[in-house]
């Protein structure tokens, strides 16, 4: 008899242990799943305008003619690009690039490095951008986080100063649950804490759109303006910007810029304190 409950003590731990084990299994296999789709979707992992393109209409054009006017033809890619053949864009006109380094703070892109270097490599002058997630963290927080992964800057004539990229919010509420009085003191956080640790103010990247929605503060004093509008025109631009410094006009067959200005005053930006 004794012996019978310890078999039958034995044989149910090993049930129990069994079905411990296939429970264990299919979580990791749920979990593994989820990761798969989510490394899909590349969340956290968003490119320069993929959100003003969801939300704004591109209207189809053959794109601003660069010779109409004095301008510099560039780029912005992020690890959605992975591997660039920067000889390849560098033949067909491209002069400058911005690389995505960091979202919010709990992303830094894998290919920062091989693209901002690869594209030095060939003589671009180049830079790095932030995605900002405004309600993740402070301004301050996140700007420090992108100094530290990539986004400085260094008076060699071929960096420019970072940029924030800060358009409609990927996971929730298009202002990111700020009024324009808390997302304008945001910004100015982000640029202030930036220059502090750069010497250098960033250039703002958004869209007219989105920053009279969200924004009611003023930045065309001492921030460049790059503005996002996929037309022939570059149109109405962000409260109390005079002008653009530059103009991502279309993202096929990726994203393409238009610097307002000649190369010596592109060189000149990358220079200038």
Same mark, same amino acid.
């Given at each position: ?6 078999? %039958? ?15 264990? #299994?299919?979580?990791?296999?749920? $979990?593994?799943?989820?990761?798969? +789709?989510? $490394? ?30 004095? @301008?510099? !033809? %560039? ?15 560098? %033949? ?16 830094? @892109? ?6 901002? *270097?690869? +594209? ?12 900002? #997630? ?13 100094? !530290? *992964? ?11 100063? %970072? ?64 503005? $996002? !509008?996929? *037309?022939?025109?570059?149109?109405? #631009? ?13 993202? +096929? ?12 005053? #592109? ?7």
């Amino acid at each position: 008899m004794h012996r019978s409950v310890r078999s %039958g003590r034995v044989g149910a731990l090993t049930y129990g242990l069994s079905a411990i084990f296939s429970a264990v #299994l299919l979580l990791s296999t749920s $979990a593994y799943a989820a990761g798969s +789709s989510s $490394a899909e979707r590349q969340l956290d992992d968003h490119s320069m305008g993929s959100q003003i393109r969801k939300h704004e209409e591109a209207v189809p054009r053959k794109g601003p003619n660069p010779l109409k006017n004095s @301008s510099v !033809r %560039g780029m912005d890619v992020s690890g959605h690009q992975n591997k660039v053949d920067w000889r390849h864009w560098w %033949g067909k006109g491209m002069r400058f690039a911005y690389v995505k380094a960091t979202e919010g703070t709990g992303y830094t @892109s894998p290919d920062f490095n091989h693209q901002y *270097n690869g +594209s030095y490599q060939v003589g671009m002058i180049r830079g790095a951008y932030h995605f900002a #997630l405004p309600d993740r963290s402070s301004g301050a927080v996140q700007a420090r986080h992108f100094v !530290r *992964n990539g986004g400085g800057w260094s008076a060699d004539g071929k960096t420019l100063p %970072g940029a924030l990229d800060i358009e409609y919010n990927p996971y929730g509420p298009t202002c990111y649950g700020k009024n324009r009085g808390q997302m304008t003191a945001w910004i100015r956080e982000f640029s202030d804490t930036y220059r502090k640790l750069t010497g250098r103010h960033p250039t703002i990247y958004t869209s007219t759109r989105w920053w009279s929605e969200c924004v009611n503060g003023e930045f065309g004093s001492t921030n460049p303006l790059w503005i $996002a !509008r996929y *037309n022939d025109s570059i149109g109405e #631009l962000p409260h109390n910007w005079g002008f653009h410094t530059f103009w991502q006009y279309t993202s +096929s067959p990726l994203d393409q810029n238009l610097f307002n200005g000649t190369y010596e005053q #592109l060189r000149k930006l990358a220079l200038d304190k």
